[in-house]
């Protein structure tokens, strides 16, 4: 069995799910996931987690993104985004503006701040996506949630559309973020426009087109290596089965409380992850079994 990451380009046109779902074509009993999902407008990096790796999939969605958006100013859309009816519309023109004060205007969505998820989303409610109650004219209300900007560049204006670089936590909608830059400047704006750069550690220019014979295995990134972004420990196999059986162990490590670390065994070979909390260390992933690639 192998287990490990595939770093996908997905296209446009096809949403994430479908789109992974060509490589259990290529072996049926293939299991897999993916971490982040990309509404079908959008393209970019996805990363497919294959057979055990699927049971860290929520450890590498939860890391920063990075994003290529195209905003366009002038018009407002029932869904957010290209895909949707335009619903408002108004005069705009950035010839009012200069490149420093859009800069300028950007730049304060900087830091934490609030956001509210859009109706066309995946987000659930009641077991299911916010996006099937939106099309059947059922409006939900959820809660805002907070989000961190930490990187806004504006890379170029063409018309009434800007170009801008966006990286930013997880869970943080570039369509909400574009009609909320409208806003800014007193109109509709709708995101046109997207393509993510980097998940993490991971980025589009490593990614691959989606195989269509057999799985390209010098392409797999081991479970270990596609969880770099963790420090690693290497444990002696007393303590490596008392983590196995869900035990916590008594440790003098020098981390902050609640970090993730990747657990290695004496031959160095990737046993999972643990939570180091208060001189414990405490059991969270494991694969299911000593072997692995590390």
């Known amino acids: 069995m192998i287990n490990g990451v595939l770093q996908i380009d997905k296209p ?10 060509r490589l259990s074509k290529l072996d049926p009993e ?3 996931g993916h971490c982040g999902t990309l509404d079908p407008m959008a393209t970019g990096i996805l990363i497919v987690c294959l057979n055990q790796m699927t049971r860290f999939a929520s450890y590498l969605s939860s890391s920063e993104k990075t994003y290529h958006a195209c905003i366009y100013f002038g018009k407002k859309t029932s869904t957010g985004d290209s895909e949707g009816e335009i619903i408002d519309s108004k005069e705009f023109s950035f010839l009012d503006f200069s490149s420093k004060d859009v800069e300028n205007t950007i730049q304060k969505f900087l830091g934490k701040s609030k956001q509210k998820p859009p109706a066309y989303s995946a987000l659930k409610h009641k077991g299911k996506s916010l996006y099937e109650y939106a099309r059947k004219g059922i409006k939900i209300d959820k809660d805002e949630r907070e989000i961190f900007i930490s990187s806004i560049k504006l890379l170029s204006i063409m018309g009434n559309e800007i170009n801008i670089e966006v990286s930013c936590s997880s869970g943080t909608y570039i369509r909400s973020l574009a009609e909320d830059i409208g806003e800014l400047f007193n109109c509709p704006a709708y995101l046109k426009d997207l393509r993510r750069t980097r998940s ?5 220019k490593n990614a691959i087109k989606l195989p269509e014979e057999s799985l390209p295995i010098d392409k797999i990134i081991s ?6 972004c963790f420090n690693e420990i290497q444990c002696a196999p007393d303590i490596v089965d008392k983590l196995r059986n869900g035990q916590f162990v008594e440790s003098n490590l020098k981390y902050d409380s609640s970090t993730i670390l990747r657990l290695r065994d004496s031959k160095r070979g990737f046993i999972g992850l643990v939570e180091y909390n208060e001189g414990l260390l405490k059991p969270k992933r494991f694969l299911e079994n000593f072997l692995s690639t590390s």
């Open 12 to 21: 446009k046109a096809e949403s994430s799910a479908s789109y992974i779902r």
């Open 223 to 228: 479970p270990n290596d596609a969880l770099n």
């Open 30 to 32: 293939l299991k897999i």
């Open 200 to 204: 993490g550690n991971f980025y589009v």
